[in-house]
């Protein structure tokens, strides 16, 4: 089955900085990328997410890449700020015997130091 | 928030007992996920299910049952011979199409063996 791997695991970077993480994905039928935030206790929400047909996507500070040849895309945060604190999941949703199936990256805890 | 609920949002199990969380969905949408997500880990698959009276084993099923009498529905029980079953518990919904979807998310339930 479809395998994606997340680094790092935790991220600390000072308000202000950028923040980048990889995932990479195994199955090359994969043709959705989406990126989840969650908040400590709360549920995951979707922050951008990227088709396989598209290189590139940004909404305001944030932006996520896709290079589909080495099968793997990245979420880059700019001037971040102490709400970006929170745990973020890559996802790679592909298709199995007809059926969606969506696996998740293990996450990343993001701490902006103020 | 709504569109989705879990309830309880805790819940307590004796060892031995099996135990059911609940999850409605008033989004109209087709498909409908469990996954369990353990402290630091990332969101493992338990089942899913893509219309009414169907459903498809995820990454981690053994120890789990589902239904799908309804659209909106999508009960997980947790069976005794679930071994560790201490985890948080996110069930998800989406529209089934062609593998460009976004998932929400409820609030997860909480689930502790005593």
């Known amino acids: 089955g479809e395998n994606v791997e997340q680094h790092p695991s935790t991220l600390s970077v000072q308000e202000g900085d950028s923040a980048v993480i990889k995932c990479t994905y195994s199955?090359?039928?994969?043709?959705?990328f989406p990126w989840y935030k969650q908040e400590l206790g709360k549920r995951p929400q979707l922050i951008i997410d990227i088709r396989s047909n598209v290189g590139e996507k940004k909404d305001q500070r944030i932006a996520v890449t896709l290079n589909k040849t080495a099968k793997h895309f990245s979420l880059h945060i700019t001037e971040t700020q102490p709400e970006d604190s929170a745990v973020y999941f890559c996802a790679a949703i592909f298709n199995s015997g007809g059926y969606q199936k969506v696996t998740f990256g293990t996450g990343t805890k993001l701490q902006v130091i103020p | 928030d709504g569109g989705i609920t879990q309830s309880p949002k805790y819940l307590f199990r004796k060892e031995g007992q099996n135990v059911t969380l609940s999850c409605e969905q008033n989004?109209?949408?087709?498909?409908m996920y469990w996954y369990r997500q353990d402290p630091g880990q990332g969101l493992r698959l338990i089942y899913y299910s893509q219309i009414v009276n169907d459903f498809q084993k995820g990454d981690i099923a053994e120890g789990y049952s589902v239904s799908r009498e309804k659209k909106e529905s999508f009960p997980l029980t947790v069976t005794s011979a679930q071994k560790n079953p201490t985890a948080f518990y996110l069930c998800?919904?989406?529209?089934?199409?062609?593998?460009?979807?976004?998932?929400?998310f409820g609030p997860g339930t909480r689930l502790t063996v005593l």
């Open positions: 998800a919904s989406s529209m089934a199409s062609g593998g460009a979807v976004e998932q929400f």
């Open positions: 199955d090359s039928a994969s043709n959705y």
């Open positions: 989004l109209n949408h087709d498909a």
